[in-house]
C-alpha cells in the first residue's frame, strides 16, 4: 500500500520556521519525484518545491526561494521542507505528493503529474 504520511504543521508566528516531514512506503522511493504542495483557501493548488532523491535535483517555486529547503533522507525514505522566515501568505495546507520520473530523468513538480498524495497538514502563519 503506498502512503505518503506529512507531519509538522502547526501554528507559527510571522518570521518564525517550521520542518514538514514527508515519509513514504510502498513504492521504490527512487523512481520518483517527491515534492511539496500547497493550497490556501479559495486559491488554487501549486507547487512549492520538488527533490528527485536519486541524485538530489531540486525545483523552487520562485516565491519560497532562499526560504525554504527540500532535503531527503533517502535510507528513511522520509523528504523534508525546512520553512524560514514564514509569511502569512505561507498560509495553507501543505501536501507532499509523488511524481514518477520521466524516461529522461525528469519530473514537473506539478500538482497535475504526480501519483501518490499525502493527506496534508496544516500550515498558519499568524502576523
Known amino acids: 500500500e503506498v502512503q505518503l504520511v506529512e507531519s509538522g504543521g502547526g501554528l507559527v508566528q510571522a518570521g518564525g520556521s517550521l520542518r514538514l516531514s514527508c515519509a513514504a512506503s510502498?513504492?521504490?522511493?527512487?523512481?520518483?519525484?517527491i515534492g511539496w504542495f500547497r493550497q490556501a483557501p479559495g486559491k488554487e493548488r501549486e507547487g512549492v518545491v520538488c527533490v528527485k532523491s536519486s541524485d538530489g535535483s531540486t525545483h523552487y517555486a520562485d516565491s519560497v526561494k532562499g526560504r525554504f529547503a527540500i532535503s531527503s533522507d533517502n535510507a528513511k525514505n522520509t523528504v523534508y521542507l525546512q520553512m524560514n522566515s514564514l509569511t502569512t501568505e505561507d498560509t495553507a495546507v501543505y501536501y507532499c505528493?509523488?511524481?514518477?520520473?520521466?524516461?529522461?530523468?525528469?519530473?514537473?513538480?506539478?500538482?497535475?503529474?504526480?501519483?501518490?498524495w499525502g493527506q496534508g497538514t496544516q500550515v498558519t502563519v499568524s502576523s
Open positions: 505528493a509523488a511524481e514518477h520520473l520521466l524516461y529522461t530523468g525528469g519530473f514537473y513538480c506539478d500538482p497535475e503529474s504526480n501519483d501518490y
Open positions: 510502498g513504492f521504490t522511493f527512487d523512481d520518483y519525484a
